[in-house]
């Protein structure tokens, strides 16, 4: 029979295997979300490896404030409910939901 691990040896091995699992879930996960490239269910913004989209969950047309790379500039933009194309993630900084349009 193996020998007992000590207390504070068990302790450790089990945060150990915890942070591992846990590692393994969110690693599996973002590869999950990605997989399928952008997503029609995403709300709010989201980018793929080169894409910026944003994502309107709402009933109603939205105005979403797009900001722009390399500037303070923003760009204001009238979108559906669903799935928007805002452009390269080398132009697209962030957007965010204003209001209704």
Not at 2 to 31: D, H, M
Not at 74 to 90: A, H, I
Request: hydrophobic share 35%; with cysteine; net charge negative.
């Amino acid at each position: 029979m193996g020998k007992k691990l000590s207390t504070p040896l068990r302790i450790a091995a089990a945060v150990l295997g915890a942070a591992a699992l846990t590692s393994t879930a969110f690693t599996t996960t973002a590869q999950a979300a990605s997989a399928g490239g952008a997503s029609a269910r995403a709300c709010g913004y989201y980018e793929t490896s080169d894409t910026a989209y944003y994502g309107h969950c709402g009933s109603r047309n939205a105005i979403i404030e797009i900001d722009l790379d390399w500037t303070t500039t923003e760009r204001y933009q009238c979108v559906p409910p669903g799935e928007t194309n805002l452009g390269s993630t080398d132009d697209i900084d962030y957007a965010h939901y204003i209001g209704d349009c």
